[in-house]
């Protein structure tokens, strides 16, 4: 199985985490979700997330899920750090502007953080405190723009020097879609321009598009600059995966899925049974550098399926 | 610096604006059945269309939706550069002015000035709460007229 060749950041001279590592010697990656608690102690952090430990390669750490307060993604990424899970950190750029968001990049690296990953962040209207002012004071491509900056050029936007420079691996967020004649890979093209090294995609629970979509990608040179690791989870039941086909943008489960999980004596069991197979079938596809593992406050659903899929056995020794 | 000149006087003539005001909202909230009948959602974008004008050129205002000039002296706390909505920052300078624009007087000093005139001028003591932003853009005068034509309505309807 060959895996693409590493150029995507050819300053690097050694992997920055665990997640790296594992992407740059072509094993399959694993990655998963978590979201810090309403709590102001330690212990709910590890309660929620400590069950992925030993299991997924890196754990992501969500910002404000849901455009509500949560305690911060830094803080609980630093706890989980702390307790030897390596995070992903989500940035939105919803709550920050580019100050605060360039000092929370040091901290992050300063931490013990090496991954983050830069997103838009949900709507203030759709959280619970709708009149919060939203900040969007620059894009998630433009903080990967200042991210690579700080770490290839050591300098803040304004030339300020850093020193020592944060060791980041950077990376955005994708969305598989079955690519029409003529489409172009443009956005994420303009992602890797920006700095990112690795995209973690949306739920994509249909095989045969994530092929053809990657097809795609290939055809344009992407999966040589780019690690791919494809969203994935455990369904709940198949009232759940239709209502993700009707409100989460972007995503589609097969017809297929939704029957079989209907026909399940234990619809929950059957959603881990089938992640566990898509995993599989992921790690045996070219192009896909690993899987992004979501189920809201569903952690050990994930390190279940993580451990059921054997795919941590057939690494090749570090 | 004309726009300034205008908000300069408006602060100037606090008591007689707000008099004016006070009359202003009694009709506004008087008509509510009126507004009502119309729509508030349809009397929406002209309304605030005119309260720009209206109050743009007056006191230079912002549209926050949620008008503060009747307790900040008629002096408009969202041309503080800060935004602050209860009082002067530490970087006032021993002149009065602004600290992030030297040239402006503070915000805040004029308001206190403005108060000082006021028959309610001691509403500028009131605590103020954080901006709404989901209200920016619309009519100050439109939710004010709903609400206290509500408020008035409600003891009404809890005696019957």
Not at chain 2, 35 to 51: C, D, F, N, S
Not at chain 2, 84 to 101: D, I, M, Q, S, Y
């Amino acid at each position: 199985m060959t895996r693409h060749a590493l150029t995507a950041d050819r300053t690097a001279t050694r992997a920055r985490g665990r997640l790296e590592a594992v992407l740059r010697r072509g094993d399959f990656a694993l990655t998963a979700e978590t979201s810090p608690p309403d709590a102001g102690a330690p212990a709910p952090v590890l309660a929620r997330g400590g069950c992925l430990k030993g299991l997924a390669d890196a754990v992501n750490v969500t910002d404000g899920a849901g455009a509500r307060a949560h305690m911060s993604a830094l803080a609980a990424a630093a706890l989980l750090a702390r307790d030897g899970i390596e995070p992903v950190l989500q940035f939105t750029m919803r709550d920050r502007n580019r100050l605060a968001l360039q000092g929370d990049i040091l901290g992050a690296a300063a931490l013990g953080i090496p991954n983050i990953l830069c997103l838009h962040g949900d709507d203030v209207a759709t959280g619970d405190q709708p009149e919060a002012k939203p900040v969007y004071d620059i894009d998630s491509r433009e903080l990967m723009r200042t991210a690579r900056r700080m770490r290839d050029e050591g300098t803040f936007p304004s030339g300020r020097p850093i020193e020592p420079r944060p060791a980041l691996f950077i990376g955005a967020a994708d969305r598989p879609t079955d690519p029409k004649p003529g489409w172009k890979p443009d956005a994420l093209l303009a992602k890797i321009d920006a700095g990112a090294d690795f995209v973690q995609t949306q739920y994509c629970f249909d095989m045969d598009l994530l092929r053809r979509y990657l097809a795609r990608l290939a055809d344009h040179g992407v999966l040589e600059r780019l690690f791919v690791i494809v969203g994935i989870g455990p369904i709940a039941s198949a009232k759940s995966a239709r209502w993700m086909n009707e409100n989460l943008f972007g995503v589609q489960i097969p017809e297929e899925i939704v029957r079989r999980l209907d026909g399940a004596r234990d619809q929950q069991a059957e959603g881990r049974r089938i992640c566990v197979e898509l995993l599989q079938e992921l790690s045996e596809i070219d192009g896909v550098g690993g899987a992004h593992l979501m189920a809201p406050r569903q952690e050990e659903a994930i390190a279940e399926v993580i451990a059921d899929s054997g795919l941590l056995s057939r690494r090749s020794a570090a | 610096m004309g726009m300034y000149a205008v908000r300069l006087w408006s602060v100037r003539h606090s008591r007689l604006l707000e008099s004016f005001y006070q009359g202003f909202e009694r009709i506004i909230v008087r008509l509510d059945p009126l507004w009502k009948r119309i729509g508030y959602e349809r009397l929406e974008q002209p309304v605030a269309a005119v309260e720009r004008q209206v109050k743009g050129l007056l006191f230079d205002c912002q549209m926050c939706g949620q008008c503060a000039l009747s307790s900040t002296g008629m002096s408009c706390p969202m041309n503080c550069p800060k935004n602050l909505r209860n009082g002067p920052c530490g970087g006032v300078r021993a002149n009065g002015h602004c600290e992030v624009k030297p040239e402006m007087k503070c915000v805040w000093v004029k308001a206190w000035e403005g108060s000082q005139q006021m028959l309610e001028g001691k509403a500028i003591l009131d605590v103020q709460k954080p901006v709404d932003n989901t209200l920016k853009g619309h009519s100050s005068w439109l939710r004010v007229a709903r609400e206290k034509a509500g408020a008035r309505a409600q003891p009404e309807g809890r005696a019957s």
